[in-house]
């Protein structure tokens, strides 16, 4: 019974460590998707935004480039899209890439917005800390309206519970059960 005990107070204890470590980054490597703006489509409606997350809207006027369209009113050089940073590469290498604003990224890197078409990049979101994969697979030209579309990756779905993890979560169950009768038991 002592084995079992300290057994499941282990789980326990296991379980406890690893949800209080700090969050890692999360990493979007699911399925690609595609996004496209035509060209003069309204910035400001839903339809012509890619809404990443609740609060990265991406999306482009008539002409310069990508803006947040959730907190900004149109494209800034060197701040949009606002909360992100963007790098050539791939998410298998995300932690080691080097990291600029797209304006810094499309035009300085590459010679201007055409320069990035197929070019494999990684977007990192600041506020939520997550990191996708993007490349663009079209860009009309300034004044040409605004159109671009890319391909982009999507977040993971989550897999199931192994069977050791819900082995410890069982062991560690009765554990908390028996410590309160236990506890009651000693002030009764």
Do not use: C
């Not at 107070?9 to 209080?20: H, M, T």
């Not at 809404?51 to 900004?72: K, M, P, Q, V, Y």
């Not at 979101?125 to 663009?136: E, L, Q, R, T, V």
């Amino acid at each position: 019974m002592n084995s079992i005990l300290r057994l499941s107070a282990l789980a326990l204890g296991i379980l406890l460590a690893a949800a209080s470590t700090s969050p890692a980054s999360t990493i979007w490597n699911g399925p690609l998707i595609t996004f496209a703006k035509t060209d003069f489509a309204d910035p400001f409606s839903a339809a012509n935004q890619d809404r990443i997350t609740s609060d990265l809207w991406l999306t482009r006027g008539g002409d310069h480039g990508l803006f947040n369209a959730d907190t900004e009113g149109g494209f800034t050089h060197f701040s949009s899209p606002a909360g992100t940073l963007w790098a050539d590469g791939t998410l298998a290498n995300y932690a080691t890439l080097s990291y600029h604003d797209w304006n810094t990224w499309a035009k300085n890197v590459h010679g201007g917005p055409p320069g990035t078409l197929n070019v494999n990049a990684v977007v990192h979101i600041i506020p939520d800390d997550i990191y996708f994969s993007i490349k663009f697979t079209a860009w009309s030209s300034s004044g040409s309206g605004g159109g671009f579309s890319y391909l982009r990756s999507t977040p993971t779905v989550a897999p199931e519970p192994t069977a050791g993890l819900l082995l410890l979560a069982g062991l560690a169950l009765p554990t908390g059960k028996r410590l309160r009768r236990t506890r009651r038991n000693l002030y009764n």
